[in-house]
């Protein structure tokens, strides 16, 4: 548990890191050119409608608000009978989803930063906002400088002094769009964790009617991101595409192998082993055969079903059984 947590920390701290490194722009990227007559470059920047701040606000916040009141929910719904107890398990759960969607969400935004500084093409307002030299002059001198090139400027400098350092370094960095990776590995693990997790509330429940319109609100704000990005002249359209398949593929893989499909047969054993609880491991596998004595006083071998099966039969919620339930279960 301790080489875990020290795993955690330090992926968690280089992450952060090589972030900072890219956008200070330490590690250079590859030096493209564009051409004079790019009509796709030549759109005025106006601005986000969706901020990078709302865009990180949500992606940080709205996931831990949505995990707390779904294990809320299925907390009420064990029996349990101390609501201490109860509410520890809810923010203990919490917790372990919590951490792997950061683990997923640091991994989606450095591929999409790396993936930036790799490929480097020009944003839609590439030439508003770099005013490049060789540009200075107009279209046509532009298209003299590169006659030998059919109009392809390969070296150029951002002439702009109105602008930061950072805003000219972002200016090429179209490739893919960051807005929709993380808007959509947002959506896509908090649309599976309703599906799976919610799935364990009764069936008349009212929160069932709900999980529907909660997923479509998931989407609804992915779409909205993304297709803003195309609207406010910030990604070409292919930008927002490559940035959503990334953003899905990383959303699969954190959903699927970091938290095995939100099955609650795991939450018990998982959150019991976080917790460093002994006996909770064996919880999570098969009970052994069980010795027993025959009217003849002969040893028998019965063989009984896995506690991780007969608990998510049994139970609505299997991540409300504790170590000590489980061990009066063996």
């Known amino acids: 548990m301790r080489f875990k947590f020290k795993l955690r920390v330090w992926w968690f701290f280089s992450v952060l890191l090589l972030l900072l490194v890219i956008e200070t722009g330490w590690l250079p990227g590859a030096k493209t050119g564009f051409y004079c007559q790019d009509s796709t470059i030549a759109h005025k920047f106006t601005g986000d409608t969706i901020s990078l701040n709302v865009l990180l606000g949500v992606a940080f916040v709205a996931p831990v608000i949505a995990v707390f009141s779904i294990e809320s929910g299925c907390g009420l719904c064990s029996g349990a009978p101390d609501e201490g107890p109860r509410v520890l398990r809810i923010w203990r759960h ?71 350092d950072y805003r000219l370094r972002d200016s090429i960095k179209s490739f893919p769009s960051g807005h929709a990776s993380v808007s959509v590995f947002t959506a896509y693990f908090l649309i599976c964790f309703l599906q799976r997790r919610m799935a364990g509330l009764p069936r008349k429940s009212p929160s069932q009617f709900l999980k529907p319109w909660l997923q479509c609100i998931c989407m609804t704000w992915a779409l909205l991101c993304a297709l803003s990005r195309v609207n406010d002249h910030r990604h070409h359209a292919h930008d927002v595409i490559a940035g959503s398949i990334l953003g899905a593929i990383f959303g699969m893989i954190t959903a699927r192998f970091f938290c095995g499909d939100f099955w609650p047969g795991q939450c018990a054993v998982r959150l019991n082993q976080d917790a460093g609880s002994e006996g909770a491991s064996s919880g999570s596998t098969a009970v052994g055969s069980l010795d027993e004595r025959n009217s003849n006083g002969l040893k028998t071998q019965h063989q009984h079903p896995s506690v991780r099966r007969l608990l998510s039969s049994t139970s609505s919620y299997s991540g409300s059984v504790s170590a000590d339930e489980l061990r009066e279960v063996r």
């Open 94 to 164: 919490t917790w372990v989803w919590y951490r792997e969607y950061l683990l997923g969400l640091g991994m989606v935004i450095l591929a999409t930063e790396l993936a930036k500084i790799m490929v480097s093409e020009p944003r839609p307002h590439f030439l508003h906002t770099c005013k490049p030299d060789a540009m200075a002059n107009g279209l046509e001198h532009c298209k003299l400088l590169a006659a030998d090139t059919q109009g392809y400027i390969a070296e150029f400098n951002c002439t702009n002094t109105e602008v930061s």
